[in-house]
C-alpha cells in the first residue's frame, strides 16, 4: 500500500480536522451540525435566517431519511454507519490528540485521548512535528 505525508500548518490542521468532523456528522445522521458549518462558512446567511431555523431545516432531512427525531442519530460503531465515517473518525482522533497538546487544551479535554476506539479499516494515521 502507498503511504503518502503531507507537510501543514496548525491552523490547516484545524481546517482538516474541522472538516473531517463534519463528514463524521453526517455519516452518523447529524444533519443539525450542518447548519454550524454553513453559519461559519456563510457568516451573511445569519442575517436572513436565525441558527435554529438553519438547523430545523437539515435535522428535518435527518428526521425523513432515517426517521430520527429529537436529535437522535446513530453511534459511531453502529453498522448503519459506513466504514469511511469510521475512517474519518479515527483520523479525527489522531488529529485531536495532537491540537489539544499544541493549543494545551484543559488537560481533561477528551481530545488529548486521540484513538482509543480504533473503528475503521485504514491504518491510523501518524502526525510528527517537522523541525
Do not use: C
Amino acid at each position: 500500500m502507498k503511504k503518502y505525508k503531507i507537510e501543514l500548518t496548525l491552523n490547516q490542521l484545524k481546517i482538516i480536522e474541522s472538516t473531517l468532523n463534519l463528514y463524521l456528522r453526517i455519516g452518523i445522521g447529524q444533519f443539525g451540525e450542518i447548519a454550524y458549518a454553513v453559519t461559519k462558512l456563510f457568516p451573511k446567511v445569519t442575517n436572513h435566517f436565525n441558527l435554529s431555523e438553519i438547523k430545523t431545516w437539515f435535522e428535518t432531512a435527518s428526521q425523513t431519511l432515517f426517521k430520527f427525531q429529537n436529535g437522535e442519530n446513530f453511534g459511531i460503531a453502529q453498522k448503519e454507519v459506513s466504514v469511511k465515517a469510521k475512517d474519518s473518525y479515527d483520523m479525527i482522533k489522531t488529529i485531536q490528540k495532537v491540537i489539544a497538546a499544541e493549543e494545551k487544551h484543559h488537560k481533561h479535554s477528551v481530545w488529548h485521548n486521540g484513538n482509543i476506539l480504533k473503528l475503521g479499516k485504514e491504518p491510523l494515521i501518524k502526525i510528527e512535528e517537522v523541525k
